[in-house]
């Protein structure tokens, strides 16, 4: 029988965009595959990877006849991601598309839940929360920071009040984590924005909002996700992170969330304490009483616990916070090395998304707001 025939036609595609991700694919799809049923398809879009994540793809698409033309690798030739969901969604053969990263591992039945979502709500996009988690660094080198990082995100202090992060209780919200969509939404808000480098998918719930639909998150859908393992690679990040946003505050005139003002208001603020100190010494307080604010905040701090789906679940070794709020390592509280590494990471998230912010609405002129429909990127 021909796998395009109504029997054996997917219901679900899952969009995976990614690009050298040897260390975490292979449970990224792992973790996908885990109660989906056959009625689901995986769409990998590779940017061009130079490891072995185009082999560990291959491997999982040849693995069992019950993976046959299941798991699909795409390319995209453009190496970025908003462009890599595009050309995935245009090849996606089932109704409903759900958005994928190959850094995270999924509860079971995850594309399922997501999809019984948009039918209960009636929601043009549904998804859960993202848990930050650091792996067993196994004398690597970085894990202690990786860890530092992880719990940074998971504090207000690192995620504002983005509720896709803090995951207190369900609703209709901004955005979600990932997300899965009808088919046809595209077809009538558009394709990602290709222009979007960062922050394409809230800026394409923004497009979904202004079209009069909504967005509905559910806290109990955790997908566990792997954050940088250095502060440097945290920095870059953060500093696309607040370009990215800066993007979407231009072509759409409005931010859509004190948090986004924050940062660039407190970099402003700090740069301008300092560059005056050569007149009026007594400026240079303010970094300094920003810098043993972190650190205060940091050692004093009960950070959450992992809810819902633990990482065993998904057969991986990972650092899971303590119950009661201590945090991590062997199960035992986080001890004020690490305390002080998040109070490193939340300066660097701060300062760089604020940085990166500024520079864009600076740079760039404002982007155009019209986009190509039926299936023309943006």
Known sequence: MNDNSPVNRPVISIVMPCLDEERYIGRA????????GGDMEILVVDGGSTDRTREIVRRFARRGSENTGRIRLLDNSQRQTSAGLNAGIREARGAYIVRADAHCVYPPGYARRCVELLETTGAANAGG?????????EGERGGIVQEAIALAMRHPLGAG??????????????TVYLGAFRRDLFDAVGFYDTEAITNQDAELNLRISTAGMKVYLDHTIEVLHYPRRTLHELARQYVLYGRGRAYTALKHRRLT???QAAPPLLLAGLTGSASTACWMPGL???PAAYAAALATVALAARFPENRGVQAEECG????????????????TRIGARIRLLVAAAWAVMHLCWGAGFIWRMIAGK????KFKRSGGAL
Request: no cysteine.
């Open 316 to 331: 991986l070794k990972t650092k899971q916070p303590a119950p009661g709020g201590g945090g991590a390592r062997g199960g």
């Open 29 to 36: 799809i792992e973790s996908l595959l885990e109660g989906s």
């Open 129 to 137: 929360i993202q848990v930050p988690i650091a792996e067993e660094s």
């Open 257 to 259: 969330s004190w948090r």
């Open 161 to 174: 009040n983005a509720r896709w992060r803090l995951g207190l209780r369900s609703g209709f919200v901004d």
């Open 284 to 286: 240079l307080l303010v």
């Open 366 to 369: 404002r982007p155009a707001r």
